[in-house]
């Protein structure tokens, strides 16, 4: 951080991950594929070709085909495997002990975000078929100390960080990243990874505004008792940015095919706070003087 502010803003938008450029030690789902001659009982399950499984809404369900009929199986979403590559952070892949995953990536990828993890560590190399290794985090711990005291250091449990972020690697093409997921004796999860080529657009001013939305429902009754359900949230993030030069008419050509996509937004590096993944709602630039233009823009995050 200088001159309030910080060095770095930017987005990485996610690539393609599927079956095709992939391997993993997480099993494929065991679900028959949907077959037009079998009745289906209520709650039956099936998986079709792109891996989706679909759950039957009615018994007696018999030629129905998931792929071009409505109202006869809901949409339960990817195999357990893919999970973490689907574009939410509800849905999440896990594995006994260990979630390794190679992906082909066939393009430059300079950032590794996960999220929603539940592990003891996390390693991620990257190897090139003709140079070798070319990168290897080491296992990154996800465990740290608690409370924020010498008492706290040695008696307060330790926390869990669900975020991590790592960068840069190398800027190569025809290569492989490994992600390793470990929590040995235990269950290995996470809600997503993104990997890709980041973007940047400016350095953000210090004292960004965070916060997250909530679609639980709270509401008092007669009595004056709460009554509450628990649902979704998403986070906010409200960033003022500095954008140098005449680089404004760029930022904006750089953001709008983005618009209604959900990418990897990066407020600074290294801050987990100030990551998340989401999609832009509000963007206004201002140029003003000495070569220098102020954007401001607000991103939501996807729902948890």
Request: hydrophobic content about 40%; charged content about 20%.
């Given at each position: 951080m200088?001159n309030g502010?910080t060095q770095?803003?930017g ?13 993993t030690n997480?099993?494929?789902s ?10 289906y009982?209520?709650?039956?399950e099936i ?6 499984i679909?759950?039957s809404m009615?018994d007696?369900?018999?030629g129905n085909?998931?792929?071009t009929?409505?109202?006869k199986?809901q949409r ?9 590559f689907?574009g939410?952070?509800k849905?999440?892949?896990e594995?006994?002990?260990l979630i390794?995953?190679t992906?082909?990536t ?6 590794v975000q996960?999220?929603g993890?539940e592990a003891?560590?996390?390693?991620v190399l990257?190897h090139h ?6 990168y290897?985090s080491e296992?990154?711990?996800?465990l740290?100390p608690?409370g ?6 040695f008696?307060?449990?330790l ?5 991590l972020h790592?960068?840069?690697l190398p800027?190569?093409t ?6 390793r997921i470990i ?14 080529r980041?973007?940047?657009l400016g350095n953000?001013?210090w004292r ?7 679609w ?5 009754d007669?009595?004056g ?10 986070e906010r ?6 954008v ?11 953001v ?9 937004w990066?407020g600074a590096?290294?801050?987990?706070g100030?990551?998340?993944?989401g999609?832009?709602?509000?963007f206004?630039?201002v140029?003003?003087a000495h070569?220098?233009?102020d954007?401001s823009?607000?991103?939501e995050?996807?729902?948890?």
């Amino acid at each position: 951080m200088t001159n309030g502010y910080t060095q770095g803003m930017g987005f990485v938008p996610p690539m393609s991950v599927t079956l095709d450029n992939i391997v993993t030690n997480v099993a494929a789902s065991n679900l028959p594929s949907y077959n037009a001659a079998t009745n289906y009982a209520l709650n039956a399950e099936i998986i079709d070709a792109q891996r989706v499984i679909w759950r039957s809404m009615l018994d007696g369900n018999l030629g129905n085909d998931p792929a071009t009929t409505t109202g006869k199986w809901q949409r339960i979403g990817v195999e357990n495997r893919l999970r973490m590559f689907d574009g939410s952070l509800k849905s999440i892949t896990e594995n006994p002990d260990l979630i390794e995953v190679t992906i082909t990536t066939g393009r430059v990828v300079t950032d590794v975000q996960l999220m929603g993890v539940e592990a003891d560590s996390v390693q991620v190399l990257m190897h090139h078929q003709v140079h070798g290794m070319l990168y290897d985090s080491e296992e990154r711990s996800m465990l740290r100390p608690s409370g924020n005291s010498h008492w706290g250091y040695f008696h307060v449990p330790l926390e869990r960080l669900t975020k991590l972020h790592l960068w840069p690697l190398p800027a190569y093409t025809g290569g492989t990243v490994t992600i390793r997921i470990i929590r040995p004796a235990g269950v290995a999860r996470c809600g997503e990874v993104i990997l890709g080529r980041s973007i940047w657009l400016g350095n953000t001013y210090w004292r960004p505004a965070l916060g997250f939305d909530d679609w639980s429902l709270k509401k008092k009754d007669e009595w004056g008792s709460w009554q509450v359900r628990e649902g979704d949230f998403s986070e906010r993030m409200k960033l003022q940015v500095l954008v140098e030069g005449t680089e404004y008419g760029r930022v904006r050509d750089l953001v709008v095919p983005f618009r209604a996509k959900p990418v990897l937004w990066i407020g600074a590096r290294g801050i987990d706070g100030l990551t998340t993944l989401g999609y832009i709602t509000s963007f206004e630039l201002v140029p003003f003087a000495h070569g220098k233009s102020d954007c401001s823009m607000t991103i939501e995050g996807v729902e948890q």
